[in-house]
């Protein structure tokens, strides 16, 4: 399906919201409407790791019910604010389809079931479940398991006989799967408005962890590449990230971060090559001299899935090199 044409209204609002400055306790009092479709609602839990909170985004409206994506950790305040805000027709919380969980790290998915409980309907948790690599603060199973390029329709709660589905009611999310970050991340495309939610395989602000084992730098530049088609494609233009504001240019982001993380990759290799028996100790001060020292303990786990991404790709010359000798 194209994306539907965007008003200029619409992209003057996520615009704005892309030149805002992100202080620390920022939108986790209320919710922030992106698009006539789209509210955003930071929870309340900054820091190093999650910047200035977790975004969760609500997508949908009062005639459809919402799709809540990433409900956070689990907040009582803040879910409290997420179920207010899913209103329907008569300004009653609550009105929500279903709960989609980008992957199950703690500031993503311990918000589910809470959420959920507080629903009387008792809209399902989706996403994928977590896998044998996940730590255990990031064990999840879902109520039921997405699905590679799934659609997540919302259609009008009541539709008479003679009435005349609108495009404007339309809000249809299309999942994309991007192990990378975690083996059970995926992605979110709104496709009648051409807009991007990219969990924490893309963030506003800084460059995502790859922590090995249940993160993999290769299925993550693989998954970057998966993303631009994608964008390509549904001519998507904003990134709604998990942390930070809306990012334009969705294709130009991509790239620019993929050519980050391999710039980081040849650094890395080059530095392995000048001390071969070196150990990650010896190739974090080297390979991440232009990076905060108070973030090393952080990049080492990067450093180590750079490195595994190196040795497997290596691996993979020699092979071919010792078959065209033979």
Not at 33 to 51: F, H, I, S
Not at 67 to 96: K, S
Not at 201 to 228: E, R, W
Request: one cysteine or more.
């Amino acid at each position: 399906m194209p994306p539907m044409p965007r008003t200029p209204r619409l992209t003057q609002q996520l615009q704005a919201d892309r030149a805002l400055p992100a202080p620390v306790e920022w939108q986790s009092s209320r919710p922030i409407a992106l698009l006539r479709n789209v509210l955003r609602l930071t929870a309340p839990n900054p820091g190093v790791m999650t910047g200035p909170g977790t975004n969760s985004y609500l997508v949908g409206d009062v005639s459809t019910g919402f799709t809540v994506i990433d409900p956070g950790p689990a907040d009582a305040d803040h879910l409290q604010r997420l179920w207010q805000a899913a209103q329907d027709e008569d300004g009653r919380g609550g009105h929500i389809l279903r709960i989609v969980c980008t992957h199950s790290h703690p500031d993503h998915s311990p918000g589910a079931a809470p959420l959920q409980a507080l629903c009387a309907s008792r809209p399902p948790v989706l996403g994928l479940p977590s896998e044998s690599t996940a730590r255990a603060a990031s064990a999840f199973t879902p109520d039921k398991s997405l699905l590679n390029q799934e659609l997540l329709p919302h259609i009008p709660c009541a539709l008479g006989a003679d009435s005349t589905l609108q495009l404007d009611s339309l809000h249809t999310l299309k999942v994309i799967y991007t192990p990378g970050h975690a083996a059970n991340h995926v992605c979110l495309l709104l496709l009648e408005d051409g807009v991007l939610f990219t969990g924490d395989h893309v963030l506003n602000g800084s460059t995502t962890v790859v922590d090995p084992p249940d993160g993999n730098m290769a299925d993550y530049i693989a998954s970057l590449d998966t993303l631009t088609q994608a964008c390509t494609e549904h001519a998507v233009q904003f990134i709604l990230p998990a942390h930070g504001h809306v990012m334009d240019n969705a294709i130009g982001a991509i790239a620019h971060l993929k050519a980050h993380r391999l710039k980081r990759e040849a650094k890395i290799e080059a530095v392995m090559q000048s001390n071969p028996m070196g150990s990650l100790d010896d190739w974090l001060p080297l390979a991440y001299d232009d990076v905060d020292a108070r973030i090393w303990p952080v990049a080492k786990r990067s450093l180590l899935a750079h490195v595994e991404r190196i040795y497997a790709l290596n691996s993979v010359r020699n092979q071919k090199n010792q078959e065209g000798h033979t």
